[in-house]
C-alpha cells in the first residue's frame, strides 16, 4: 500500500510527489519521491533526496558501514555531536568506502534493547547519507543521490522519480531491525527462482588458475570437484579475446580457441558430462584500450573533451548512457549465453568512475551523466534476467564495491568481499549480515596461505565461515591433500543439510570477534522455532582458559532443545538465560558449529 502526498510550488510550476510505502507483513516504511515539471519553464534539479526525518534528539550514536577494497562494510558505531556527519560516494557506484545506510540509535541500545531509526538506499551509484544535531538538539537524518555532480534538466511534462529508502525503526535494538531488513528484502525485492532454492555448490577457478588456464586444466578441476560433490564450474577471468593479464580486451567478448579449444559448446558438454554446471564471468562495463572495440568506438568510454582518459586497471568504464552501448553490451553477453548451456554469470566491475564525460548527452545534461549509467545498469540486467529467467546472476564489483538492494533487486545474491580469508571474512560478513540475509552474501573457501592477508587457517573454519552465505570454493582442488579433499565431501554434505535454515531463518548476533577480539559467534533459528544453528570461532586462544559461556536468542523458552552432537537436552530458557558451555579449543582460528533440534520425549 502506497500513500501519496502531493505539493505544488506554483511559481515554479513544480509538483512533488512524496511516496510512503508500506507492507503487511513488514514494519518498514519505504520513501520515494517524483518531481513533476508543470511548468512552461525547464527546471534544473541539483539536489534531490528520498527521505528526511526529524526527530527531538537527547544522546546517542550513529552506526555506518565503512571500509576499503577488501576490508568492505565493518561496523562504525560513534557518538553524535553537533552539526553534520555523513557518508558518501561520488565514485558512480555505492562503494568500497561507505555502504548507502545509516542508522541512529540511543545511548545503551545493543542488539536485544534500545532504540534504532535506520536507512538503506536502494541505489547502486553516487549516495549521500546524513545525520545533523541542531543547535535546538534535534536531530535530522538525510538520505538520497549525492548533489555532488549530479543535475538533472526537467523539460516542461517531464518527470524525475528518486530511488527509494527503506526506513526502519526498532524498539528491540539491532537484532530487530536487522530481521525486518532480512524479510523485506526476501519477501519484496529480491525476485529470481533461486531466492528459496538451494544454490548450486561452485567451484571458481579465479584463485586456482588466475589467468593461466586452458580447457584441460578446467576439465581436471571438475573432474576432481564433481568427485567431492561439487555441483558447479565457474570460469572467471581470462577465456577472451587474448587475454593472458589484466592489460586487454575487455570489450571483445568472443572466445579465445588457442585456449579453449572447440569454445564454449564444447568445454560446457565435457562439464555437463562431468554431472557439473556451468557458470561464467563477464565484465561487460569495461572496455580496454588494447581492444577491438576500442579501435572501433573511442567514443563510447566515457571521457571528458579533450583529454587522454585516465586509465585504472587498464580500462576504461563504457558509456551506458549511449543506447547503442547497452545494446552491444548486452548482445554481447546474451550471445555468449546463447552459444551454450551456461547456468549462472558473475557480473563484475573492476574500477571506479573518472573523466565522467560522455559525448552522447549534450553539454547541458552532464550532469545527468552518472545516473544514467545505473539507470544502463539496470536495464542490461533487467534485460538478461527476461530472457534468461533461469539463469542464477551473480553480481559482484571489485568484490563488495556494489553490494546495495539496488542489485539485489536484479542477482539474488552479490560476491560479498575479495578478502577470501575466513578471519577478515568475520568482520565483513557481520556488517554485510547486519542488513542483508545470508542466502544474498557470496561466501567461498579459499586457499591458504590466503592470497590476500598470507594468514593460515584450518580448512574447518574456512568452511563454517564461507557457510554463512552462499557456499562454495576458490581454489585448486587438485592440488589439495586427500584429507581436505575429504574435508570437502562432509562440508558439501553439511551445507546441503543446513542451506534452507540458513536462507530462511532469523540471524541472531551473539558475539564480535571486533568487539571483544577473541571469538566470535552468530546463530540461525528456523522460523518455526523448531531447529537453530551456531557458529562460534575462537579467533584468538587463551591461556588459562576452562570454556566459554554462549547465550543463544530466538527460542521457546519452555521448549526443550537437543544439541545433536552431544545429544544432551536443554529447555529453551536455559540456553538463552543460563548459555551453553564450550569447552576451550587449542590454537588460533578454531571454530564449531552447534546444531539444535526441537526435543520430543
Known amino acids: 500500500m502506497t500513500l501519496e502526498l502531493e505539493c505544488r510550488d506554483f511559481l515554479l510550476g513544480l509538483k512533488v510527489i512524496l511516496r510512503y510505502s508500506v507492507f503487511a507483513d513488514s514494519e518498514a516504511i519505504v520513501r520515494s519521491v517524483?518531481?513533476?515539471?508543470?511548468?512552461?519553464?525547464?527546471?534544473?534539479?541539483?539536489?534531490?533526496?528520498?527521505?528526511?526525518?526529524?526527530?527531538?534528539?537527547?544522546?546517542?550514536?550513529?552506526?555506518?558501514?565503512?571500509?576499503?577494497?577488501?576490508?568492505?562494510?565493518?561496523?562504525?558505531?560513534?557518538?553524535?555531536?553537533?552539526?553534520?556527519?555523513?557518508?558518501s560516494s561520488s565514485r558512480g557506484e555505492s562503494g568500497h568506502q561507505d555502504h548507502p545506510f545509516l542508522a541512529v540509535m540511543k545511548q545503551g541500545t545493543g542488539q536485544e534493547q534500545g532504540e534504532v531509526w535506520a536507512m538503506h538506499f536502494v541505489y547502486s551509484g553516487n549516495f549521500i547519507a546524513e545525520a545533523?544535531?541542531?543547535?535546538?538538539?534535534?536531530?535530522?537524518?538525510?538520505?538520497?543521490?549525492?548533489?555532488?555532480g549530479f543535475e538533472w534538466v526537467l523539460n516542461p511534462g517531464e518527470s524525475f522519480t528518486a530511488p527509494e529508502v527503506v526506513c526502519v525503526?526498532?524498539?528491540?535494538?539491532?537484532?530487530?531491525?536487522?530481521?525486518?531488513?532480512?524479510?523485506?528484502?526476501?519477501?519484496?525485492?529480491?525476485?529470481?527462482?533461486?531466492?528459496?532454492?538451494?544454490?548450486?555448490?561452485?567451484?571458481?577457478?579465479?584463485?586456482?588458475?588466475?589467468?593461466?588456464?586452458?580447457?584441460?586444466?578446467?576439465?581436471?578441476?571438475?573432474?576432481?570437484?564433481?568427485?567431492?560433490?561439487?555441483?558447479m564450474l565457474v570460469m572467471d577471468d581470462g577465456w577472451f579475446g587474448k587475454r593472458s593479464m589484466d592489460e586487454g580486451y575487455l570489450g571483445d567478448w568472443k572466445v579465445n580457441e588457442e585456449k579453449l579449444p572447440g569454445g564454449l559448446p564444447f568445454l560446457v558438454e565435457q562439464v555437463n558430462k562431468l554431472g557439473l554446471s556451468f557458470g561464467i564471468w563477464f565484465e561487460p562495463e569495461m572496455v580496454s584500450p588494447n581492444s577491438e572495440l576500442y579501435r572501433a568506438h573511442p567514443d563510447w568510454a566515457m571521457q571528458l573533451p579533450g583529454r587522454e582518459p585516465t586509465q585504472s586497471r587498464a580500462q576504461y568504464v563504457l558509456d551506458l548512457s549511449r543506447p547503442e552501448v547497452v545494446d552491444y553490451v548486452y548482445e554481447s553477453v546474451a550471445a555468449v549465453l546463447r552459444s551454450a548451456p551456461i547456468s549462472y554469470v558473475k557480473w563484475d566491475m573492476n574500477r571506479q568512475m573518472t573523466d565522467v564525460g560522455s559525448g552522447f548527452l549534450g553539454r547541458e545534461h552532464q550532469g545527468e551523466l552518472f545516473h544514467r549509467y545505473v539507470l544502463g545498469v539496470y536495464e542490461l540486467q533487467e534485460r538478461l534476467n527476461r530472457e534468461f529467467p533461469e539463469l542464477l546472476l551473480e553480481n559482484c564489483a571489485s568484490g563488495g564495491a556494489r553490494f546495495d538492494p539496488g542489485m539485489l533487486y536484479y542477482s539474488p545474491q552479490i560476491w560479498c568481499s575479495d578478502d577470501t580469508d575466513a578471519v577478515e571474512r568475520l568482520s565483513i560478513q557481520e556488517g554485510t549480515a547486519l542488513l542483508y540475509p545470508l542466502g544474498a552474501i557470496g561466501a567461498h573457501v579459499s586457499d591458504c596461505p590466503n592470497h590476500i592477508v598470507g594468514r593460515i587457517t584450518p580448512f574447518e573454519t574456512r568452511g563454517h565461515v564461507a557457510m554463512a552465505g552462499t557456499f562454495g570454493y576458490e581454489l585448486d582442488i587438485t592440488k589439495l591433500t586427500e584429507g581436505e579433499k575429504r574435508q570437502i565431501e562432509g562440508q558439501v554434505a553439511l551445507y546441503h543439510q543446513f542451506a534452507p535454515l540458513i536462507r530462511e531463518g532469523d540471524y541472531y548476533r551473539i558475539a564480535s570477534w571486533g568487539e571483544n577480539h577473541r571469538y566470535d559467534c552468530w546463530q540461525v533459528v528456523a522460523k518455526d522455532k523448531s531447529e537453530a544453528l551456531v557458529t562460534y570461532v575462537q579467533v584468538l586462544a587463551e591461556p588459562n582458559c576452562h570454556s566459554r559461556r554462549i547465550c543463544l536468542k530466538g527460542l521457546l523458552p519452555e521448549a526443550k532443545y537437543q544439541v545433536e552432537e552431544t545429544g544432551k537436552v536443554y529447555t529453551g530458557a536455559l540456553l538463552m538465560y543460563g548459555g551453553l558451555l564450550l569447552p576451550r579449543m587449542e590454537g588460533d582460528f578454531q571454530s564449531k558449529m552447534i546444531h539444535l533440534m526441537l526435543f520430543t520425549e
Open 34 to 87: 517524483e518531481l513533476v515539471n508543470e511548468g512552461k519553464e525547464v527546471l534544473y534539479l541539483e539536489r534531490i533526496l528520498s527521505a528526511c526525518v526529524d526527530m527531538d534528539w537527547e544522546n546517542g550514536d550513529l552506526l555506518t558501514l565503512c571500509g576499503s577494497w577488501a576490508r568492505e562494510r565493518h561496523m562504525m558505531r560513534r557518538p553524535l555531536a553537533f552539526g553534520k556527519q555523513l557518508v
Open 132 to 148: 545533523e544535531v541542531s543547535q535546538f538538539d534535534s536531530l535530522r537524518i538525510l538520505m538520497g543521490i549525492n548533489p555532488e
Open 169 to 231: 525503526y526498532s524498539d528491540q535494538g539491532l537484532g530487530k531491525m536487522t530481521h525486518t531488513f532480512h524479510d523485506l528484502y526476501r519477501n519484496h525485492l529480491i525476485r529470481s527462482p533461486y531466492l528459496h532454492k538451494n544454490r548450486p555448490i561452485l567451484i571458481n577457478n579465479w584463485e586456482a588458475t588466475y589467468f593461466d588456464f586452458n580447457t584441460q586444466k578446467l576439465l581436471e578441476i571438475a573432474r576432481e570437484a564433481g568427485k567431492r560433490g561439487i555441483e
